[in-house]
């Protein structure tokens, strides 16, 4: 049973290892590996802001668990989903499902008229997924630094209300 909350500040070290690993299984082969293996979850923790409500972070929790997060904002127009990840040992299991569920409720609940996201080029596995929720690249791209290394990214939009 998987239940939705609220991520707190004691949860960023969980959090954090469970972006690592869906980085590691979910970019190889879009990113180097040697910069996936040296990814550090210990580092990533630290720069988390749980203790906020913009944006705001929600987990799917298995048991004790943190088994995946979603991670939204709402201060413009657009809305923005900012992350959604999964760890890799509970994929194709709904949780991602339930995860977009829930940011497009909160979305809709705000009255929004559209939401954007943006996906790793080339990102198969999440263009599927996103496309199955009724997100549609829009033409948009773009060029990041994250996490310290270059990447291009595809802008995708929905229509929420």
Do not use: K
């Amino acid at each position: 049973m998987i239940r939705l909350r609220l991520a707190v500040p004691s949860d960023a070290a969980a959090v954090a290892r469970v972006h690592v690993r869906s980085w590691q299984a979910g970019y190889r082969g879009l990113l180097q590996d040697s910069f996936l293996d040296g990814l550090d979850a210990a580092s990533w923790a630290r720069t988390y802001t749980f203790d906020v409500t913009e944006p705001m972070t929600v987990l799917a929790v298995q048991g004790e668990s943190i088994v995946g997060f979603v991670t939204t904002s709402t201060a413009a127009e657009p809305c923005l989903l900012m992350a959604l990840y999964v760890d890799p040992d509970h994929w194709r299991a709904g949780i991602g499902r339930q995860l977009m569920s829930d940011a497009l409720a909160r979305f809709q609940e705000l009255d929004r008229r559209a939401a954007e996201l943006w996906v790793l080029d080339g990102n198969r596995r999440a263009d599927r997924f996103y496309r199955a929720h009724g997100w549609q690249p829009d033409g948009r791209r773009r060029s990041e630094t994250v996490r310290g290394v270059g990447v291009t990214e595809i802008g995708y939009t929905i229509a929420v209300n």
